[in-house]
């Protein structure tokens, strides 16, 4: 079984930053796909970033330029890097991951974290 940990999220005010971790109890992200979600009380899960299989990045239109994704060197910590945050950003954020994809080339993403909290304050 695979677990997810995130940390990071906090309050800010808009215009502000902050950098999501997630780390893997496997101690590795090599072989997995992974990717960050959010949820907004009353809305639905959203998808925000993810890296693909051939190690490229895709990013939900709302935090295109704002927000990166990215592996630390060893290939076990998972990060977002959130920038220019807005109000709307504020969500709980979850990282998520698999070793699988469908046939459709998706990553299954079963493995899910507890979420960190992330709140914009205008």
């Known amino acids: 079984q695979v677990q997810l940990v995130e940390s990071g999220g906090g309050s800010v005010q808009s215009g502000g930053s902050l950098r999501l971790s997630c780390a893997n109890s496997?101690?590795?992200?090599?072989?997995?796909?992974m990717g960050w979600f959010r949820q907004a009380p009353g809305k639905e899960r959203e998808r925000v970033a993810i890296i693909n299989r051939d190690g490229s990045a895709t990013y939900a239109d709302s935090v295109k330029g704002r927000f990166t994704i990215s592996q630390g060197d060893a290939k076990n910590t998972l990060y977002l890097q959130m920038s220019s945050l807005q109000p709307e950003d504020t969500a709980l954020y979850y990282c998520a991951a698999d070793r699988f994809y469908d046939t459709y080339g998706v990553c299954l993403f079963r493995y899910w974290g507890q979420g960190t909290q992330v709140t914009v304050s205008s």
């Open positions: 496997r101690n590795t992200y090599v072989n997995y796909c």
